[in-house]
């Protein structure tokens, strides 16, 4: 049986989370401040500071949140102006400023 999950979040840019849906394949509804992904059985939603999601879309969930993290943390160097590298691992992700 699963659960409904509200977790919190934090967004603080929602082009860039949508930019981040559009490429990673998921098709978004907007209405106001909410995004709502329609997978699964009960779907995600990104409402303000909080996500809600059905238990069998943790792993889902959490890969939207380090791809917007790491797209947030890239468009935050862009905007300073600073170069920068990132590397991919299976299990890291590296960012490195270039001086």
């Known amino acids: 049986m699963s659960a409904q999950i509200t977790a919190k979040i934090e967004i603080r840019d929602m082009r860039i989370l949508k930019?981040?849906?559009?490429k990673m394949g998921y098709k978004f509804t907007e209405t106001g401040n909410e995004i709502s992904i329609n997978t699964g059985y009960r779907g995600i939603r990104f409402c303000g500071d909080k996500v809600t999601y059905d238990s069998g879309q943790g792993?889902?969930?959490?890969?939207i949140k380090c791809q917007y993290a790491l797209n947030f943390k890239k468009q935050?160097?862009?905007n300073l102006g600073l170069p920068f590298?990132?590397?991919?691992t299976e299990k890291q992700i590296e960012i490195s400023v270039l001086a």
């Open 19 to 22: 930019d981040t849906l559009e």
């Open 59 to 63: 792993q889902t969930v959490n890969e």
């Open 76 to 78: 935050e160097l862009a």
């Open 85 to 88: 590298e990132v590397v991919e």
